[in-house]
């Protein structure tokens, strides 16, 4: 155990969180070896990561390790859910971090924690911090200042030499020293990229094709809980990787090639999930794309589950998916369609005609559903006034259609649109992009506003330009990000920190980036 001094004041109560929790498995609290695992959100967000559940289940796997689990909720010392010992009593904290704005939360645990937040002020008594999940194969270089080591790539190929790292060392700078000679880890305090001209690549360590196969390599739901954003809901990873190659999106380029889990085994974790819930959700980038989509959610139906399904791929919209998926409870499909205009799509690399589009939304409606939810983008290269216009006419004509089909049925469901800005993406074709600056971006948005006032039976969701701004410039920025992060953490608003420091911001988001890409000293996909 670390030897730190812990603030309890604020604690925050697990108890009724531990009742309500029903486990997969049983999963020993008695160890030779503790390792916190730490979600930077609260516990409805983090229980609703398959990634983070896999983490927590992959550690029991290992005899001699237990996991306990952290969350933001309550104040003060962060407390686990199994036995509410505290975050600074542990020798290593483990965060999986897979969205950006999490950052500051991560920031914001170890401060309430009594952990100096950079890990240069950080003794020999003091945890080390780990951090995995996309975000740290994406640019870890944001974090860089506040994390020990980043696990880039997959838990399975990764968490072995970690534990064994942390439990054989005698002190943290021989596991941080040992781990930087290890493939697949990001050590800041070892490795410079930024200044050495010959400094190797690092690898990704991903999930293969041929691990995929292996049984126990599929991510199920390891606890089930009413407490998250999927209330009782299993989760069950389908695949890995996309078949597109949407120029915007970093699964896509970061994540690998397209592959997929043997459906024997993912209808053996539906047997085992049975006991325990009658509810599951297959996620994905590409759901719809798994070769055997049809027959799972025939057996997922069969077997008495309410299935759902992520986002799926617009050619992948078909009646041997939709009519199982209905018949399990289904209600509601989502669509990723981008932006309204054939010609904005083919320049995305996503060439799929409205007509096609507007095909599957009738077959959609046809089936009975009654929600659609379509996610579009704006600020994209090329962008034009009368490709944002299109966006509504599309949404208008999907409409019709759902009035159309509504008829038959006497039901008219609902339409909505998600709209998002461009965040240039690292290892994505469109990395050196700039950001659409604010003042064009919310005007389109206020035009796209309006106009889904006029549809019946359409409303409409945006992201703020000004958090595009920010997830912009901690996606692609480099060490000196830190200080930015460090006030969210420390309670300026985000208004403060974008205004205070636009001299460092506003070049790394509204311009095009040079040449030298500062993540490149990763090798990914």
């Known amino acids: 155990m670390a030897r730190h001094s812990s603030r309890r004041t604020g604690r925050h109560d697990w108890a009724p969180y531990r009742v309500d929790e029903r486990a997969l498995r049983t999963f020993s609290p008695h160890a030779e070896h503790r390792l916190a695992i730490a979600y930077a959100n609260t516990y409805a967000v983090g229980m609703s990561s398959l990634g983070f559940l896999r983490v927590y289940e992959l550690v029991h796997d290992h005899p001699a390790w237990?996991?306990?689990?952290?969350?933001?909720?309550?104040?003060?010392?962060?407390?686990?859910?199994?036995?509410?010992?505290?975050?600074?009593?542990f020798r290593a904290i483990a965060f999986s971090v897979s969205f950006e704005q999490d950052y500051v939360g991560l920031v914001r645990m170890l401060d309430r924690a009594g952990i100096p937040a950079r890990r240069e002020a950080r003794t020999a008594w003091h945890p080390l911090v780990i951090m995995g999940g996309s975000c740290a194969a994406i640019n870890p270089l944001p974090m860089a200042?506040?994390?020990?080591?980043?696990?880039?790539?997959?838990?399975?190929?990764?968490?072995?030499?970690?534990?064994?790292?942390?439990?054989?060392?005698?002190?943290r700078e021989a596991i941080v020293a040992r781990l930087a000679e290890v493939a697949g880890f990001f050590v800041p305090a070892h490795h410079h990229p930024?200044?050495?001209?010959?400094?190797?690549?690092?690898?990704?360590?991903?999930?293969?094709?041929?691990?995929?196969?292996?049984?126990?390599?599929?991510?199920?739901?390891?606890?089930?809980?009413?407490?998250?954003?999927?209330?009782?809901?299993?989760?069950?990873?389908?695949?890995?990787?996309?078949?597109?190659?949407?120029?915007?999106?970093?699964?896509?380029?970061g994540m690998g090639k397209f592959r997929w889990h043997p459906t024997e085994h993912i209808l053996a974790a539906l047997e085992r999930l049975r006991p325990l819930t009658d509810q599951v959700g297959f996620v994905a980038t590409a759901v719809g794309d798994h070769p055997e989509i049809a027959r799972i959610l025939r057996q997922s139906q069969a077997a008495g589950f309410r299935a759902a399904v992520s986002s799926i791929r617009i050619p992948a919209v078909t009646e041997h998916t939709l009519a199982p998926l209905f018949a399990s409870g289904a209600?509601?499909?989502?669509?990723?369609?981008?932006?309204?205009?054939d010609r904005l799509r083919a320049i995305m690399n996503k060439p799929i005609p409205n007509a096609l589009l507007l095909e599957k939304v009738r077959l959609i409606f046809r089936h009975g559903f009654t929600g659609l939810k379509l996610y579009f983008i704006l600020g994209l290269p090329g962008e034009t006034d009368e490709d944002v216009a299109a966006i509504l006419t599309l949404?208008?004509?999907?409409?019709?259609?759902?009035?159309?089909?509504?008829?038959?049925?006497?039901?008219?469901?609902?339409?909505?649109?998600?709209?998002?800005?461009?965040?240039?993406?690292?290892?994505?074709?469109?990395?050196?992009e700039p950001m659409a600056d604010e003042q064009t971006l919310r005007r389109k948005l206020a035009e796209l506003v309006r106009g889904a006032a006029q549809i019946p039976n359409v409303t409409l969701t945006a992201m703020s330009p000004r958090e595009a701004t920010w997830q912009t410039y901690i996606s692609r920025a480099g060490r000196d990000a830190a200080d930015a992060i460090e006030r969210m953490a420390r309670g300026q608003s985000l208004s403060t920190v974008l205004r205070d420091l636009s001299a460092r911001i506003h070049p790394e988001v509204f311009q095009p980036f040079p040449r030298q890409l500062r993540w490149h000293f990763m090798r990914t996909g």
Request: proline share 8%; charged share 25%; aromatic share 6%.
């Open 194 to 253: 930024e200044s050495a001209r010959d400094f190797p690549k690092l690898t990704k360590r991903e999930l293969g094709a041929e691990q995929m196969r292996q049984p126990g390599n599929l991510p199920v739901s390891s606890i089930i809980t009413p407490r998250t954003e999927l209330a009782g809901k299993a989760l069950v990873e389908m695949s890995r990787g996309c078949p597109e190659k949407c120029k915007y999106c970093w699964a896509t380029f």
């Open 66 to 89: 237990t996991a306990e689990r952290f969350f933001t909720n309550g104040s003060g010392m962060p407390l686990s859910v199994e036995s509410e010992r505290a975050l600074g009593d």
């Open 331 to 341: 209600r509601s499909v989502t669509l990723a369609p981008e932006t309204g205009s």
């Open 395 to 432: 949404a208008a004509a999907c409409q019709r259609i759902m009035v159309e089909e509504g008829r038959k049925t006497g039901v008219v469901g609902t339409i909505h649109l998600g709209t998002n800005v461009l965040i240039p993406k690292p290892f994505t074709p469109w990395q050196r």
């Open 145 to 171: 200042a506040f994390v020990d080591v980043f696990a880039l790539g997959a838990a399975e190929n990764l968490l072995p030499e970690l534990l064994a790292a942390i439990a054989e060392e005698p002190h």
